[in-house]
């Protein structure tokens, strides 16, 4: 399967840690994306990067969160400092700008923080 | 939140009925896409439709948008209980926010067999 990929599926932490998660986007993509869902709501926009320069930042992406692509190919995500309120889903996707607009989304980390 | 609203936000249907689901969203558009999220595979890119068109068919799928109104709907027709699932809207703005979606808090179908 050539999809786009995320590990780790599932992380508990506890307060306080630091947590990172790994994006693996289609390989001909150069354009990857990182979002948040929690229960019942719709994924919340964090950043994006455009091979390996990140373009855009959400609000939500305070300063304990970092995201880099280096080299234009798999993102890593960290949050430092963790709190209960960064439980969510993490969602990474990936699009080819030379294609169209659609995302493709890998099945997310799953973050608990206790 | 910058997040649109859909509408309904839960759909119960029978096998075979058709069922719409409407979204809104606040600002102006380079285009709208349709999104399906279930347990076993993740999000999954349905349709999308450019902010000049008003209306878009794939398959079982219509879509159709007003940016007069800044809505949406989506029409599945011909439901199957393998569309149980729940459906997001999200549009994007192109221009320099061109990569970013902003999704709606999305309609929860369920298709009974």
């Known amino acids: 399967d050539t999809g786009v990929s995320q590990d780790p599926r599932h992380k508990i932490t506890k307060r306080g840690q630091n947590v990172t998660f790994r994006c693996d986007p289609i390989s001909e993509h150069n354009r990857l994306y990182w979002y948040r869902q929690t229960l019942g709501q719709g994924p919340e926009f964090l950043t994006y990067f455009q091979n390996e320069a990140q373009l855009e930042k959400s609000r939500l992406l305070s300063d304990r969160f970092s995201a880099e692509r280096p080299k234009g190919s798999f993102s890593t995500l960290e949050i430092q400092r963790t709190e209960q309120g960064d439980s969510a889903m993490y969602l990474c996707a990936s699009s080819d700008e030379r294609t169209g607009y659609e995302q493709y989304f890998g099945p997310g980390t799953r973050l608990t923080v206790t | 939140s910058q997040q649109g609203e859909e509408d309904p936000q839960a759909l119960s249907i029978q096998e075979g009925e058709n069922a719409t689901m409407n979204c809104s969203y606040k600002?102006?558009?380079?285009?709208l896409q349709w999104y399906r999220q279930n347990s076993g595979r993740g999000l999954v890119h349905l349709i999308l439709i450019r902010s000049n068109e008003r209306e878009k068919h794939s398959g079982r799928l219509r879509v159709t948008l007003d940016t007069s109104k800044k809505s949406s709907s989506l029409l599945i027709t011909a439901s199957r209980a393998a569309d149980t699932a729940s459906y997001f809207c999200a549009s994007n703005a192109g221009g320099t926010s061109y990569g970013k979606l902003t999704f709606g808090q999305g309609t929860i179908l369920t298709v009974h067999p």
């Open positions: 600002t102006s558009i380079n285009n």
